[in-house]
């Protein structure tokens, strides 16, 4: 089983629509945790870092949950400009970081 | 601030050559990484620094060496290069290692032949 694990997707969805992406994580000593962008051959970009009471940046929301070692990312109202992969990042204490593979989101007009 | 920089961009061995990537970031930061993407896939770290002076191995580290000449940069060495380490490599530095948000240099897309 992958340490960290995403739905590949692709996730197509029409301009407006709200989409959640899942990541599940292995290790529940697991300390830190992220969702960043990736562009088509482009470096990964942080999105957000997911805290345990959830947090909000606009038009996404990450939540965290240590008992069932899941993340989620959702994007409300989408715009053509959120197509990309999202992957989820999930640290251990020693601060190794685990990517997962990433889910792609298309947004369609 | 160029913030995370990366040599070369485009790369073509053949296989047994050797070279050296190179990475260097003005940002004043701490820890320092090599992670490679295969398509499709996610990023796997390669070797890591966690401050000057030090390296760790990180999950697929076999086939590469790595030097941290200073605070600035941070080196990947392939000695004798085999087409399975055909892939993106990515270099990225954090101020600290934990908790911290990492921070991407551009990739060094790599094939060999």
């Known amino acids: 089983r992958k340490e960290v694990e995403q739905d590949p997707g692709p996730f197509n969805v029409p301009e407006g629509a709200t989409v959640a992406f899942n990541c599940t994580y292995s290790?529940?000593?697991?300390?830190?945790f992220f969702w960043y962008r990736q562009d088509c051959r482009k470096e990964p970009k942080l999105l957000m870092s997911v805290y345990s009471s959830g947090n909000e940046d606009g038009r996404f929301t990450a939540q965290l949950n240590r008992a069932s070692q899941y993340i989620s990312l959702l994007i409300r109202d989408s715009k053509l400009s959120d197509s990309a992969t999202y992957l989820c990042v999930v640290m251990n204490n020693a601060g190794k970081s685990t990517f997962g593979d990433g889910t792609t989101l298309t947004v369609k007009p | 601030n160029a913030g995370v920089t990366q040599t070369p961009k485009f790369q073509v061995l053949k296989t047994g050559q050797s070279m050296t990537l190179q990475c260097a970031q003005d940002?004043?930061?701490?820890?320092m990484y090599w992670y490679r993407q295969d398509p499709g896939m996610g990023l796997r770290l390669i070797y890591y620094?966690?401050?000057?002076?030090?390296?760790d191995k990180g999950e697929v580290p076999n086939g590469y060496n790595v030097s941290r000449l200073n605070k600035r940069e941070f080196s990947l060495r392939l000695e004798s290069a085999a087409p399975s380490q055909t892939s993106v490599y990515f270099c990225?530095?954090?101020?600290?290692?934990?908790?911290?948000?990492?921070?991407f240099g551009p990739g060094t897309r790599l094939l060999v032949l």
């Open positions: 290790n529940s000593a697991s300390q830190s």
């Open positions: 990225a530095s954090s101020a600290h290692q934990v908790l911290e948000t990492q921070y």
């Open positions: 940002m004043n930061h701490n820890s």
């Open positions: 620094s966690a401050s000057e002076g030090t390296t």
